[in-house]
């Protein structure tokens, strides 16, 4: 059983956060709840007894008399008794997973019920009323209650007409789907046999009324204004109940292969908004509250073959794309619910749109993952073909919603140029856009930069998955990691200036440690540089998959080791840079990158020229292969000098020494105007 989010005792964090303006508790049906009740409710109630109904009291440690009662705690596994109980306060708590409350909490949570449902099932136990409802509320929940036994009456009449003649090919369509008779009662399936008034006629004949039977949806008047005729004819019917088990409306599936509509749903009424119900709910609440995974299929015949299967926590939508009022209903039950849509090109298309629906809603710890079938095929043809544990599989390999994101933007697509590279880039910000937590959307964020990454450069991509601290965990320093530099084929490898480029990789590396705020803008040079030694690819490679806006040295100090760090920076060139002399200046920040990039491109451009040029030499006959040498070492020889060459014009003096011109002409002004001075005034003295 998943442990229950904390929760402090009722009266401090339940009391008052739901009262209305009268300062009355509301339920759903319009019933109110005054401070005063649950007081009473809390006083006549023993929590001991409430807990005692789940948990095994450790006989050692509790002392009954005084209401100190210790057991295993019923929400996480554990072989000690950390569950504390004071009956004399009426709350729990857990040493270990930290779940407190009261009895209610409890019974919410091991139950997994709303609120007022608890409240009733307390109430019941205590022997306690429940208030009265005003009198507008009570008649809108009487109207209910009679529609829902309304409903009822005709689940059990169409479970009688599956039994008889007209329905034995509906039987044997349910034996081939692999549902016997105990399923079928399991799961209240019933015959709508082909008659203009068969469940009207049935219903009316025991004095239900007419409006009625129209208002649960099973009847409907023609437009001409003729008598009342049945919505259901000729269909196998799978009655659709809400939360408390109550039957709300109906499904059918069509006999006949040329109906209009395979399925249909009953049409929304008093008890039935399709938009905010599932098929399934109640079983599926209770188990998923006992550790079960949600499971979320296509329809009903998905949902029964699932839950016949061993997967319990199994629901559906009625005949509609999910709403987000189905998936706060999801969210109640489960966190993190797998969407199990069929393999085909509709179940793909859903699993796309649910994407759009869900990432406003998403919240931490609150998402949605993805079992997605094999073409062509559905849960219950996955099962019926390969058995249980090939849909186990299936649903232990759910992908989560982020990947499924990754997938709609790229696939079928090519990234073969800037724009589009671009484009995809602008498609994905758009989408996380819609995340309202920040600190999620930094998440997706993340993850999505790595997979572009990843596409971006497939081979450095591929390397990547297969180390180990590309999943999170520290690798040592220097671990073989299946990078392959190819010495042979690269100029860059070795020679005579491989020191120094050494160095200024080195220099890049510690400058976007220390100013990580620098990645995004070099992101592009980070990701092309190409490293001679091993160890800088995997410096590089871990920088490129940090969160920039965390602590960027302890992100790459787990990733790769602290030892890489430590000899990194323990490197006296890499102690001079400007940059990492003086972190968080980001002018010298982004002058130092410029120039070490601007320098190591010179040179590896230089060296490749150079390599093309010799393989070239002998078909050369004329001058271009010298130009292309000249070209090359005038690159070369610019970005040795820098943006920083000096370019002052010096003049010789009288003693042959060089002196700056402008200095030169200054001081020859000055003395003009002091000769001058002379000249007119005569000398001073």
């Not at 959307?441 to 596409?455: P, S």
Request: net charge negative; charged share 30%.
């Amino acid at each position: 059983m998943p442990r229950p989010a904390s929760c402090a005792i009722f009266s401090r964090a339940n009391a008052g956060a739901d009262l209305d303006s009268r300062g009355l508790r509301p339920d759903i049906e319009g019933m109110s709840l005054p401070p005063g009740f649950l007081d009473e409710l809390r006083a006549r109630l023993s929590i001991g007894q409430v807990v005692g109904r789940k948990v095994m009291w450790d006989n050692r440690k509790s002392n009954p008399g005084k209401g100190d009662l210790w057991a295993p705690c019923p929400f996480h596994q554990e072989k000690t008794a950390s569950f504390h109980v004071e009956d004399a306060k009426g709350f729990y708590y857990c040493f270990g997973c930290h779940a407190k409350g009261d009895a209610i909490t409890f019974v919410r949570e091991t139950e997994n019920v709303s609120f007022m449902e608890a409240v009733e099932i307390l109430a019941r136990e205590a022997g306690l009323p429940m208030p009265e409802r005003d009198p507008q509320a009570q008649e809108k929940a009487d109207h209910r209650q009679e529609l829902t036994d309304v409903m009822e009456q005709a689940v059990q009449w169409f479970r009688m007409q599956l039994r008889s003649g007209a329905a034995a090919e509906a039987r044997d369509y349910l034996a081939k789907r692999g549902l016997d008779e105990a399923a079928q009662a399991r799961w209240d399936i019933g015959f709508a046999p082909d008659q203009r008034q068969g469940v009207f006629s049935a219903l009316t004949g025991k004095g239900v009324r007419p409006e009625q039977v129209i208002d649960c949806g099973l009847a409907a008047v023609p437009d001409n204004g003729g008598a009342p005729y049945d919505r259901f004819r000729g269909r196998i019917i799978f009655p659709i109940r809400d939360a408390r088990g109550r039957a709300i409306a109906l499904g059918g599936r069509a006999m006949d292969p040329n109906a209009r509509a395979k399925y249909l749903n009953s049409p929304e009424t008093t008890l039935f908004d399709k938009g905010r119900s599932l098929y399934n709910h109640k079983p599926a609440r209770e188990a998923a509250g006992k550790g079960t995974t949600l499971v979320v299929s296509e329809g009903y015949m998905d949902t029964i073959a699932l839950v016949e299967a061993g997967f319990g926590a199994t629901v559906a939508p009625l005949g509609t794309a999910i709403t987000e009022d189905q998936l706060a209903l999801m969210w109640r039950m489960s966190p993190e619910p797998v969407i199990a849509l069929d393999g085909d090109k509709a179940g793909v298309r859903a699993a796309m749109r649910l994407i759009d629906l869900a990432l406003p809603l998403l919240e931490a710890g609150k998402s949605l993952r993805f079992a997605m079938m094999p073409s062509g095929m559905d849960p219950d043809d996955l099962i019926q073909a390969q058995g249980r544990d090939a849909m186990s599989q299936v649903i232990e390999q759910a992908v989560p919603l982020v990947r499924l994101l990754w997938q709609r933007e790229t696939e079928g697509r090519v990234f073969d140029s800037p724009e589009r590279k671009a484009g995809l880039e602008k498609s994905l910000r758009e989408a996380t856009a819609k995340i309202a937590d920040p600190t999620l959307r930094g998440h997706y964020d993340q993850e999505l930069k790595d997979l572009r990454w990843q596409l971006f450069n497939p081979r450095k991509g591929a390397a990547a998955k297969r180390a180990p601290w590309r999943k999170g965990g520290p690798a040592p320093y220097g671990q073989a990691l299946g990078v392959t530099l190819g010495s042979k084929a690269s100029p860059i490898a070795g020679g005579p200036d491989s020191a120094e480029e050494r160095l200024r990789e080195m220099a890049v590396l510690a400058i976007l440690i220390t100013n990580p705020e620098q990645i995004a803008a070099f992101e592009f040079q980070v990701e092309g540089m190409e490293c001679i030694d091993l160890e800088h690819t995997i410096l590089r490679d871990a920088i490129l998959a940090c969160d920039v806006a965390g602590d960027m040295r302890a992100q790459v100090a787990d990733r790769v080791g602290a030892p890489a760090l430590e000899n990194l920076f323990a490197e006296r060139h890499v102690q001079i840079v400007p940059a990492v002399m003086r972190p968080g200046d980001t002018d010298v920040a982004r002058l130092c990158l410029t120039e070490a990039f601007a320098r190591l491109n010179a040179r590896r451009g230089h060296a490749r020229e150079l390599s093309e040029a010799i393989q070239d030499i002998s078909l050369a006959e004329d001058e271009r292969l010298t130009h292309r040498l000249n070209d090359g070492n005038a690159a070369l020889d610019r970005a040795a000098r820098g943006d920083t060459e000096d370019r002052t014009e010096y003049a010789t003096g009288d003693n042959g020494a060089k002196v700056r011109r402008d200095e030169k002409d200054a001081f020859s002004s000055l003395l003009d105007g002091i000769n001058f001075g002379k000249s007119e005034n005569g000398p001073t003295s």
